[in-house]
């Protein structure tokens, strides 16, 4: 990659996908690991008021997927979980206080785990001249 060049989004395809404005040209391969960040106010020390550097806003993270000459396509890889849930059954017996009171006391006849749904999170309002750098 050229050393002058810093790698920007140069067109937001959707929540999920950009554009940067790198490409193989730069250095950029297939499975390349980007983090996108918007440059924040500038940090200041509060003991010496001496500048600490500019805060990066993290936008999100994302593989490069698609690489031509100048330019790549960069998609979203980070998963977001549901939480896992855990449904338990009892024996049903006679419906009373004491059944009820006897059931959450038990141990569940059967119990079912189900695993927390696995999805994509899409970049924070990622917008064309927001910065990406290798992660």
């Known amino acids: 990659m050229s050393q002058n060049k ?12 950009v554009v940067l404005n790198v490409g193989s040209d730069d250095g950029v391969d297939i499975g390349d690991d980007y983090i996108l960040y918007r440059v924040g106010e500038d940090i ?7 500048s600490l550097g500019a805060y990066e806003q993290i936008i999100g993270r994302g593989t490069v997927t ?14 977001k979980e549901s939480g896992r849930k855990v449904v338990r059954k009892f024996s049903r017996g006679a419906h009373s206080a004491l059944w009820a009171l006897g059931n959450a006391l038990a141990t569940p006849s059967e119990e079912v ?4 749904e696995k999805t ?5 309002d990622a917008d ?6 290798r992660g």
């Open 6 to 17: 810093q790698p920007k989004v140069a067109k937001v395809v959707n929540i999920y996908m």
């Open 44 to 50: 200041l020390d509060p003991d010496t008021g001496e």
């Open 66 to 79: 698609h690489v031509q000459d100048r330019i790549c396509t960069l998609e979203s890889s980070e998963i």
């Open 113 to 116: 785990i189900e695993e927390p």
């Open 120 to 124: 994509l999170r899409p970049f924070s």
């Open 128 to 133: 064309a001249g927001d910065f990406a750098k």
